[in-house]
């Protein structure tokens, strides 16, 4: 799962938006002006290219754009994005602390150094990042903020926190669907079953059903005593994701 903020500050140069990048020798070329819009024109182009997976042009193009300016920190960020995708999590970090000191109060650089954080075993040190995010009163996606928080909190073993954030997300955005099913999963365990159902019940209408999903149902199903309900949900598992742990647990008669 992608929890990203894919520099949502950032959109392709005005003349790529009007037409296919034109491109010599497999990298897109083509700007001018002064540093700063030098290294934005190299990042917007980096975007698009992070974007369809190619990091190797998406790594030129920001050696070009951190070689014309050095303090442009989205540079920086998508540097640290390309190298965690890449996997090579001393770069990443390095890249996401410069462009942190470049801009510290920058909502999508926290956000995506936050799930650095997370993504690699440091789920309590995400947490401020995601909650500095948050400060920005400008900042424009919050409800993905919220819930990524949610999902570390998870990690991290603090499902108190996680269902504050889940609550938050859902009240910044009300069909934020990792929020619904984690909101759910929270809801069932606290045994309010009537509002894990009603949860539940809007994210799989909302997305498609997944295992984690379906197998929630047929438990909330369950235990209400919908014994149609919970075999029409028992079935779809049993179609959709026989491979699945859920499933075999399902198999198993594993319901707790």
């Not at 290294?39 to 790594?59: I, K, P, S």
């Not at 949610?150 to 603090?158: D, E, F, H, M, W």
């Not at 049993?238 to 707790?256: I, K």
Request: charge should be positive; charged fraction near 25%.
């Amino acid at each position: 799962m992608r929890r990203i903020a894919v520099l949502a500050v950032l959109v392709l140069a005005a003349a790529c938006a009007t037409k296919e990048p034109e491109s010599q020798g497999g990298t897109i070329v083509g700007e001018v002006g002064d540093a700063r819009n030098r290294a934005r024109a190299h990042t917007d182009l980096a975007v698009a290219y992070y974007e369809r997976g190619n990091m190797a042009v998406a790594l030129d193009e920001l050696r070009h754009a951190t070689t014309a300016d050095p303090s442009y920190p989205q540079a920086f960020e998508l540097l640290g994005l390309v190298y965690m995708e890449l996997k090579d999590a001393r770069q990443a970090e390095s890249n996401f602390e410069r462009a942190l000191r470049l801009s510290p109060n920058d909502a999508n650089i926290n956000h995506n150094y936050g799930w650095f954080l997370c993504q690699n075993g440091r789920e309590k040190d995400s947490i401020k990042y995601f909650l500095q995010a948050l400060r920005n009163p400008l900042y424009a996606s919050p409800g993905r903020t919220y819930s990524t928080a949610g999902l570390c909190s998870l990690r991290a073993n603090n499902p108190k926190d996680a269902e504050e954030f889940f609550q938050h997300a859902l009240r910044a955005d009300p069909d934020d669907p990792t929020s619904l099913l984690q909101l759910a999963q929270i809801r069932f365990r606290q045994g309010n079953t009537e509002e894990a159902r009603r949860l539940v019940s809007r994210y799989n209408k909302l997305v498609s059903p997944n295992p984690e999903s379906l197998w929630l149902a047929v438990r909330i199903e369950r235990k209400l005593g919908e014994r149609v309900t919970e075999q029409a949900y028992a079935t779809q598992l049993r179609r959709r994701f026989p491979n699945s742990a859920e499933y075999q647990s399902l198999q198993r008669g594993q319901y707790d």
